[in-house]
T-cell receptor, first 112, second 112 residues
Framework: ELKVEQNPLFLSMQEEKNYTIYCNYSTTSDRLYWYRQDPGKSLESLFVLLSNGAVKQEGRLMASLDTKARLSTLHITAAVHDLSATYFC????????????FGKGTKLSVKP | NAGVMQNPRHLVRRRGQEARLRCSPMKGHSHVYWYRQLPEEGLKFMVY????????ESGMPKERFSAEFPKEGPSILRIQQVVRGDSAAYFCASSPNYEKLFFGSGTQLSVL
């Protein structure tokens, strides 16, 4: 059974600080996704990571994938209040199309 | 290009009633997915459909739940004889090629 674990589950940061969210998964997978969700809203796609060593950056967020370690990281640089949200990683179940297994999410709060 | 449209946004039902949730995928997308989210949890896969076909329903409860994606019109997730445990946010996603999923704003179902 594919399991996806994120940590931390809650993260309170100060503005301008850096931090990393970790996503571990238990079996091999083709793709890993990072999503952002604001309260009461839908999920916004941030990154799709397809191969070992993949690194993608958008603004203050950078995601990387190590398929050998079954680990992805979401690094936040110089956090700002607008980044406050819940961040989910999700891994596609092998042999399926679109059956994503989600982590429980990391609730990020950036305080001035 | 409008995003994935779900309606209603909020749905209140009494125990034993039927709930119908609708999802119109993005234009040009032929893959539709339904996910369920409980409070403070990640999303759980329910079903994956293409036009007129159910491709993967491994996450759907065997009883009371059904889904369709007809040739014309939106995809429908139908829950018969709802119980309190069905209360959740139901998200639909669509994709042109199952690699990247675009999520709708969700339907919050409350069962009284």
């Amino acid at each position: 059974e594919l399991k996806v674990e994120q940590n931390p589950l809650f993260l309170s940061m100060q503005e301008e600080k850096n931090y990393t969210i970790y996503c571990n998964y238990s079996t091999t997978s083709d793709r890993l996704y990072w999503y952002r969700q604001d309260p009461g809203k839908s999920l916004e796609s941030l990154f799709v990571l397809l191969s070992n060593g993949a690194v993608k950056q958008e603004g203050r967020l950078m995601a990387s994938l190590d398929t050998k370690a079954r680990l992805s990281t979401l690094h936040i640089t110089a956090a700002v209040h607008d980044l406050s949200a819940t961040y989910f990683c999700a891994v596609v179940l092998g042999g399926s199309q679109g059956n994503l297994i989600f982590g429980k999410g990391t609730k990020l709060s950036v305080k001035p | 290009n409008a995003g994935v449209m779900q309606n209603p946004r909020h749905l209140v039902r009494r125990r034993g009633q039927e709930a119908r949730l609708r999802c119109s995928p993005m234009k040009g997308h032929s893959h539709v997915y339904w996910y369920r989210q409980l409070p403070e949890e990640g999303l759980k896969f329910m079903v994956y459909l293409q036009k007129e076909n159910i491709i993967d329903e491994s996450g759907m409860p065997k009883e009371r739940f059904s889904a369709e994606f007809p040739k014309e019109g939106p995809s429908i997730l139908r829950i018969q004889q709802v119980v309190r445990g069905d209360s959740a946010a139901y998200f639909c996603a669509s994709s042109p090629n199952y690699e990247k999923l675009f999520f709708g704003s969700g339907t919050q179902l409350s069962v009284l």
